[in-house]
């Protein structure tokens, strides 16, 4: 297993990369489906979504662990967007689990198995910050996250070699 370094990163980043970008990438696909589609698949969004959460967190920690061991940013907008992109993962799922507590509909359940109980009523503050918040801030994080795989490209097209980072 390899360690984060000033050229790539280790096996443990790559991983926690890679299999959130594939849960975000189902996220997305649920967002785009009509509301009847949505509907059908919700216990899958809410599963994905708390699974998502625990690798934002894990992989926060192991960022911070290892700060000093990983490729360092080319300048302030990389620095910038990174922590825009960190600040979103956090806080699009955290609002879902506010307004999940909240809204006094039931347990929320990741693939069958409880997790967290709901609120015994409603509480309106909670389901209007994840009514307000989480859609719009999913979609941010979204557009962002497109701009991290376009200037990815662009930086390994310009010869900088960004992807082999996160690929080798």
Not at 27 to 55: A, C, N, Q, W
Not at 65 to 74: A, C, E, G
Not at 122 to 145: C, D, P, Q, R
Request: net charge positive; aromatic share 10%.
């Amino acid at each position: 297993m390899r360690s984060d370094n000033g050229q790539t990163y280790g096996t443990i980043s790559r991983i926690l990369h890679w299999s959130m970008a594939l849960c975000f990438g189902f996220m997305l696909y649920t967002g785009l489906l009509d509301e009847e589609s949505f509907r059908s698949l919700l216990p899958y969004h809410k599963s994905v979504g708390t699974i998502l959460m625990v690798l934002i967190i894990l992989r926060v920690i192991w960022a911070k662990i290892n700060r000093k061991n990983r490729p360092q940013p080319s300048n302030i907008f990389v620095v910038l967007g990174h922590s825009v992109l960190y600040l979103l993962m956090v806080l699009v799922p955290l609002t879902a689990l506010i307004r999940q507590y909240g809204g006094a509909r039931g347990p929320l359940e990741v693939f069958g198995v409880k997790v967290m109980d709901d609120a015994a009523q409603k509480i309106e503050w909670m389901t209007s910050i994840g009514n307000s918040l989480h859609g719009t801030l999913a979609w941010a994080l979204f557009v962002l996250a497109a701009g991290h795989i376009i200037m990815a490209i662009y930086h390994q097209i310009k010869g900088e070699k960004i992807l082999n980072r996160m690929m080798h």
